[in-house]
């Protein structure tokens, strides 16, 4: 445990003492939360913060470029969003630049790739990372942030040995000889050596727990949002097995719906898991059109009545999983003349009630579905709008951990979009992809999307994401997109890396995008900090410096105050 005491100094709040220390007594090394860039509207004295630091991780910490990741001779290698977590565990108070609102009562919580090194070596990949876990916690003004590294097997096992012990997104433990290769390979099959490193998403379950979760469905973890502990595996109860699933399932106060890919007979399950229980139940199946795998679902939108179920030609490849090297791809092939297809399967009834062929296409994210309806309140299509990257598999390289932090002003990002597909519901054969608007007014960038909760699955006009500010590597603003008018409003600064906007509704609000949008903001002085943004006006109204840089992160979720 340590004890921070701070005291106001002008513009500065700065530490008067700082010791950390883990349950053995022995001192780590202090922070400085020195910060004089804004003036503060609350006055902070004499403020006294209860840290923890349990490991500081010189194990799996900044480490230099191996042989196989050289750094370009203008490459920004420390830019901490690509830089492993300093310290395993910390929370603290922070002082608020701003005014944040009162309504604005519960926890933020953030989930991501944290710690991409262990000992010398290096991950390749943004997606390898060790899953840390942060929580800003929102009451009456004031916000209370913190992190903590998921205890998942791999975790565990890595810190003890010193090494990767289960295969990660790009990354296979090294085998010792032929005999170990082959045992590898079994335990690939029965789904032992998959990872369960829960680093992609976080949902609260309408019974109010709260569950990390990755593509495994092994690494499927519940946290307490409270204190960010691991409590324990997400155990399902039923018989559906498989290896995999959409990491990113849909979640409400009633109702929890994913989809299942099958890798031996390409397909996608589509189940229902009610709340309170951990019980999967099959709503209706879908075989592919195309393709010899099923085509990769890290995500899926739904409407009112119905699931709608993407057929990407970007699919899951079997030879790829069992090589130790990773191919361009990596556990994927593209196959664009597999075709790409959407199917819309009905949530009462299970059946299938629209499967057309669409443009070839590649998305991580889709945004949002809704039913379009005629005079009669029949309908007659399904809108689904999704961050799509121009058919172009090309993106996930452009993630590796190597081009992240060798950025040199070249203009590399690829270009992305708001695809909107039109499904319609008349029998035809074949559906339509457009672009929803000028790409332009977001940079040509688009991913890390979210939207008032309360319209899911119906018609909608804002949303919110992370676009660019050309030239870049990756995307570096935060954009509000109005998809009536159009129009993007964006936020900017220079050297930042934002996660993803979160959006939190008014309590009692009329007004779609009454309310606040979230993010966590790594700068490349090494520096970082929570933002909050209005969601109206897309104008700053208050920021939380962290004690220092945090990495990147992935998708979050909200926990109201109980």
């Given amino acids: 445990m340590a004890s921070m005491k701070y005291l106001a100094i002008g513009n500065s709040i700065c530490p008067a003492t700082v010791e950390v220390s883990d349950k053995s007594g022995c001192v780590l ?28 991780l010189p194990e799996i910490d900044v480490a230099p470029p191996s042989s196989r990741e050289k750094q370009s001779d203008h490459g920004d290698w420390n830019h901490v969003a690509w830089t492993s977590v300093r310290q395993e565990r910390w929370e603290g108070e922070l002082a608020v630049e701003g005014e944040i609102p009162l309504w604005l009562s519960g926890t933020y919580l953030r989930n991501g790739p944290g710690l991409w090194h262990i000992g010398d070596y290096n991950f390749r990949h943004l997606f390898d990372g060790y899953a840390t876990l942060v929580k800003l916690y929102f009451e009456n003004g004031r916000v209370i942030a913190g992190h903590r590294q998921i205890e998942s097997e791999a975790y565990k096992a890595a810190k003890k040995n010193k090494k990767l012990c289960y295969r990660e997104f790009s990354e296979v433990p090294k085998t010792d000889n032929f005999l170990s290769y082959v045992g590898e390979l079994a335990n690939l ?13 976080v949902v609260k379950l309408g019974d109010g727990r709260v569950v990390c979760l990755t593509e495994t469905q092994k690494g499927s973890i519940v946290v307490d949002p409270d204190t960010l502990d ?46 309170g229980t951990n019980e999967r139940k099959v709503i209706g199946r879908v075989d592919c059109r195309g393709g010899p795998a099923a085509g990769w679902v890290h995500s899926f939108p739904v409407t009112e009545h119905y699931v709608i179920v993407p057929e990407m030609p ?13 191919t361009p791809l990596y556990k994927f ?39 379009e309806e005629d005079e009669d309140g029949r309908v007659t299509a399904i809108i689904a709008d999704c961050c799509e990257h121009n058919a172009d598999a090309a993106i996930l390289e452009k993630l590796r951990l190597q081009n992240l932090r060798s950025f040199n002003g070249e203009d590399v990002l690829p270009d992305a979009r708001v695809g909107r597909f039109i499904i319609p519901f008349d029998g035809s054969s074949n559906g339509k992809l457009e672009t929803a608007l000028d790409p332009n007014e977001h940079g040509r960038g688009m991913d890390m999307c979210s939207i008032n909760p309360k319209y899911l699955g119906k018609k909608y006009r804002y949303a919110y994401a992370c676009g660019a500010h050309r030239p870049c590597n990756f995307p570096n603003i935060l954009t509000k997109l109005d998809l009536f ?11 930042a890396v934002p996660s993803e906007p979160y959006f939190v509704p008014r309590p009692g609000a009329t007004e779609e995008d009454d309310g ?18 209005d969601g109206s006006s897309f104008k700053e109204i208050a920021r939380a410096k962290f004690p220092y840089g945090l990495p990147y992160g992935l998708h979050g979720c909200w926990v109201p105050k109980k």
Avoid at 242 to 253: K, M, N, Q, R, Y
Avoid at 314 to 326: H, S
Avoid at 516 to 533: R, T
Wanted: charged share 20%.
């Fill in 189 to 201: 099959f029965s789904g032992v050596s998959l990872t369960d490193n829960a680093n992609t998403g």
């Fill in 485 to 495: 008018g159009k129009k993007a409003k964006n936020w900017y600064e220079e050297g």
């Fill in 230 to 275: 691991t409590l324990g595996k997400f155990e399902y109860s039923d018989t559906l097995g498989g290896l995999i699933h959409s990491a990113h399932p849909i979640v409400t106060d009633t109702e929890f719906l994913t989809l299942l890919p099958d890798l031996v007979i390409p397909g996608y399950l589509v189940v229902r898991m009610e709340p």
């Fill in 29 to 56: 090394d202090g922070f400085s939360f020195r910060s004089s860039n804004f003036t503060r509207k609350r006055n902070v004295r004499d403020l006294r913060i209860m840290s923890v630091a349990t490991h500081q």
């Fill in 314 to 326: 970007l699919r899951y490849c079997a030879q790829n999983l069992l090589k130790a090297e990773p």
């Fill in 516 to 533: 606040v949008v979230i993010s966590m903001i790594s700068q490349k002085n090494g520096e970082g900090y929570a933002l909050l943004l």
């Fill in 333 to 371: 092939e593209w196959h664009p003349d597999s075709k790409a297809f959407m199917h819309v399967v009905c949530k009462a009834s299970g059946k299938i009630v629209a499967s057309v062929e669409v443009p070839l296409y590649v998305t991580f994210h889709f945004i949002n579905a809704y039913e």
